[in-house]
């Protein structure tokens, strides 16, 4: 690891100094507020008063772009383009969802309508997408969505975003980590437990230890560290072979296609049946985020970024759907396996080899997860360093490789532990809330980003888009509801006017303050607005324990920024501004003495 943090310009860890190979206080906790004892009380004296102003800071463009950046003093390499991107957005969906969220939506909700659930869903995930490429254009930094809101929403905003990000993906390497090793077992004839120790001694749900998914994990982390080009090339080969494996199934499958499987009794669950199983269906395309944080290392973000996110998320939507439609083709919905449904199919049609092409092709699409996700991991986590949120020797770029090898060995480590002891069941259930509410986050700071300009915005133009944004959430949250609570229709006439009526007023009342430079989503605020009511719908479909678990995780996160990560990030902020007096007044003072010239 590259350690040793020594302050640039004052002694607040802005600058990242190769050192020594051990690590010290000074690499994790560099700020004035760390030094002493005294300086720590005297701190947690000002909490009020810090966290006031954290709440109310907002970073600027040329900040995330220029002194975040900075703080890493190596800079990742440019080595992307848009095919790059491509594979990558397609690597970073496409794993095992289709293999298994399928049979359930098409057995228990959809029936043979589990195609136009999956194109419901899609629509939703595409309009996050639109969002996530207008900022990562215009922003092309490590931290995705946490500089996104930094910028509009504020510190405190984005430091409970980017604590639910981790989560979300540390949650989700493991859970990728474990399922990579049950396909791996049925390849291998035997059942996923046979690759696992059993450890009676502890608990139920973690007492199957996985060295499987630990070692997976490592070799994904090697690759991602060692260089990015060639992690890049590697996703790109495994996901072609993937999609290969995935027009095999289509094909094979075509083959036993009966179209009245198909017809007859097309909606047997009714139209909400669809809309609940596109609610679930949702989960199948996340992990388009992760490309936005490869902004630094694009080569023309105004240009690649639009063509990979759009375009994998497109081809991503046609391959669900032409899929979900082959599986409803080859079997009555009513006798689809709900937890193993290619498979099965296969297997009712006396193709019972072809679940090892199944197999084969859920163990590609993971391995591309898998190295995306870690990749994501670690550039989310080195922004977040550069801000002082977290600790800072995670913000180092390794001057050879141009990686951030720190963040993706730690993430990694967390992956690994969280792999080796918890079970599926268990991590399923923890992904969904922290996703949901980050996308809703983005599509709600994309319109302020249009229609707030600090300093040029007048306060009563900016209290009228309070109101429309509050009109708008509030109503999203009430069509979630009653959606949950009531088998009736009125309710979503009147949630639904409330909705049309404040996106409406928005457009027509408020004149948008900034216009995109390079790419821009279309149809400002409509879009972002549905974004915003698709999203929040999606989240009332989830239980209520997951809701807990969210709430009790960000409790956790509030402690340690209260006592933590409120006044490192406090010290690093007034050290930029110091930084900025300075250049400022050194600035002026060049230009007095040219004047005087």
């Known amino acids: 690891m590259v350690t040793g943090i020594e302050a640039a310009g004052g002694g607040q860890g802005n600058g990242i100094k190769k050192r020594s190979c051990f690590c010290s206080k000074e690499d994790f906790l560099p700020e004035e507020s760390f030094k002493s004892w005294g300086n720590y009380v005297h701190a947690l004296a000002n909490t009020k008063t810090r966290l006031t102003d954290r709440i109310l800071a907002r970073s600027m463009d040329h900040q995330e772009l220029e002194q975040m950046r900075a703080r890493s003093d190596n800079q990742m390499k440019k080595t992307l383009n848009w095919w790059d991107l491509i594979w990558f957005g397609i690597g970073a969906v496409m794993g095992a969802g289709i293999f298994v969220l399928t049979g359930q939506a098409a057995r228990n909700d959809a029936g043979p309508a589990v195609v136009i659930s999956y194109f419901i869903s899609g629509v939703s995930a595409l309009l996050s997408v639109l969002c996530y490429t207008e900022f990562s254009v215009e922003l092309p930094v490590a931290g995705g969505s946490f500089s996104y809101l930094r910028v509009e929403l504020g510190d405190f905003v984005a430091y409970i975003a980017a604590g639910n990000i981790l989560f979300e993906y540390v949650v989700a390497g493991a859970s990728v980590a474990r399922s990579w090793t049950s396909y791996f077992a049925t390849l291998c004839n035997h059942n996923p437990n046979d690759f696992r120790i059993n450890v009676p001694a502890l608990a139920d749900n973690f007492n199957h230890l996985d060295p499987i998914a630990v070692f997976i994990s490592i070799l994904v982390c090697i690759g991602a560290a060692l260089s990015m080009k060639a992690s890049s090339r590697f996703n790109s080969v495994t996901t072609i072979v993937h999609l290969v494996v995935l027009v095999f199934i289509f094909i094979t499958g075509m083959t036993k296609a009966n179209p009245a499987n198909f017809t007859t009794n097309f909606l047997p669950f009714g139209f909400r049946g669809v809309l609940k199983a596109s609610a679930v269906l949702f989960f199948a ?180 888009l309070i109101v429309f944004l509050t009109l708008i959430v509030g109503s999203s949250i009430a069509t979630a509801v009653y959606w949950v609570l009531s088998q009736g229709w009125i309710g979503y006439v009147v949630t639904g006017v409330i909705w049309f009526a404040a996106t409406l007023g928005l457009q027509l009342t408020l004149k948008q303050a900034k216009k995109p430079k390079l790419w821009g989503v279309p149809l400002v605020p409509w879009l972002p607005s549905a974004s915003i009511a698709f999203n929040v719908f999606i989240l009332g479909s989830i239980d209520v324990p997951s809701f807990i678990r969210f709430a009790i995780w960000t409790l956790v996160l509030l402690v340690y920024y209260i006592f933590v990560a409120l006044h490192a990030s406090y010290d690093a902020a007034r050290e930029t501004d110091r930084v900025e007096a300075q250049a400022s007044q050194a600035s002026q003072a060049t230009n007095m003495e040219a004047g005087t010239s």
Request: glycine letters at 6%; proline letters at 4%.
């Open 285 to 464: 395309y996340v992990g388009f985020d992760g490309v936005a944080t490869l902004g630094e290392e694009i080569k023309n973000p105004g240009r690649d970024i639009p063509i990979g996110l759009i375009g994998s998320m497109l081809v991503t939507i046609a391959t669900y759907c032409v899929l979900s439609a082959t599986l409803c083709l080859m079997q009555p919905y009513s006798q689809i396996d709900a937890d193993a449904s290619f498979t099965m199919a296969f297997q009712a049609t006396g193709m019972n080899w072809a679940k090892y092409i199944v197999a084969l092709g859920a163990i590609k699409g993971m391995t591309t997860v898998l190295l995306a996700n870690l990749i994501a991991q670690a550039r989310y986590f080195t922004h977040i360093g550069r801000t002082h949120m977290a600790p800072p020797i995670l913000a180092s770029i390794h001057p050879k490789t141009g990686t951030p090898v720190n963040a993706t060995v730690i993430m990694t480590v967390a992956n690994s532990l969280v792999a080796l002891f918890t079970s599926l069941d268990v991590l399923a259930n923890l992904l969904s809330i922290s996703t949901l509410f980050i996308f809703s986050l983005v599509s709600l700071a994309l319109i302020v980003r249009r229609y707030y300009v600090t300093g040029e915005t007048s306060t009563s133009d900016r209290n009228k």
